[in-house]
């Protein structure tokens, strides 16, 4: 089956330009969560939903990023007037139940983005 | 403060070799415990978990893992490097009761020789 999906996969900004990216998790599953991962260091949580409910976003680095899931399946990370320090891989992942540490998250290849 | 060390930033072994990857955390309760693995232009894929139990846990691609509470470490081990392992590996933990923010070390990048 198909696993989790992200695009686009790389994209270029320009310094003050807004980027949205796109998360597809796997069908079904009820939790969903961001990460950024920064150029030789790993994930660091972003914000977490359960079904459409953005339960916590507390990771997230500035109010510049917004993220949405409005139908509790697909999800978008937007980021506004983007600043270098963005610059990362923002990886995508799911979870079949309510999102506990002991539920397997699986994650999508990522989006690199790159702020010039 | 919750936290996560890999104290080896890469690590090179000989492709049939055996290989100990090392991971020591902070944290305020047992925590769960992962290994993760990436390859380049891939997502994480889980290796192993420990909740509870037996300390020594086998995961996929013949890694294993050893809960030490008393060194709060968490190393990962395989007794045969192929070198398909060539890899980035991530240990993290998790809330052990309820919760879900997972926090991941920085990471060991393996590099396997012929």
């Known amino acids: 089956g198909a696993g989790v999906s992200q695009s686009p996969r790389y994209k270029v900004a320009k310094r003050g330009q807004d980027v949205a990216l796109r998360c597809d998790p796997i069908?079904?599953?009820?939790?969903l969560f961001w990460y950024q991962q920064a150029l030789g260091q790993g994930p660091e949580f972003l914000t977490y939903f359960q079904n459409e409910a953005q339960l916590d976003k507390s990771g997230l680095p500035s109010d510049r990023f917004f993220a949405e899931r409005p139908e509790g399946s697909v999800s978008t990370l937007k980021i506004q007037r983007t600043q270098q320090e963005d610059s990362a891989v923002y990886l995508c992942?799911?979870?079949?139940?309510?999102?506990?540490?002991?539920?397997?998250?699986?994650f999508g290849p990522g989006t690199r983005l790159l702020v010039l | 403060a919750q936290s996560v060390t890999q104290p080896d930033i890469h690590i090179t072994v000989s492709e049939g070799a055996s290989l100990e990857l090392r991971c020591n955390y902070s944290y305020g309760a047992t925590p769960y415990l992962f290994w993760y693995v990436q390859s380049p232009g891939q997502g994480l894929q889980l290796l192993l978990k420990?909740?509870?139990?037996?300390?020594l846990v086998q995961g996929i691609k013949g890694f294993e893992a050893e809960f030490k509470r008393s060194q709060s470490s968490f190393n990962l081990r395989k007794p045969s490097v192929h070198w398909s392992d060539a890899a980035e590996y991530f240990c993290?933990?998790?809330?052990?009761?309820?919760?879900?923010?997972?926090?991941f070390g920085a990471g060991t990048r393996l590099f396997v020789k012929a």
């Open positions: 993290a933990v998790a809330p052990g009761t309820g919760g879900f923010k997972t926090i």
């Open positions: 420990y909740f509870s139990g037996d300390t």
């Open positions: 069908s079904g599953h009820v939790s």
């Open positions: 992942a799911s979870s079949l139940g309510a999102g506990t540490s002991q539920e397997t998250q699986y």
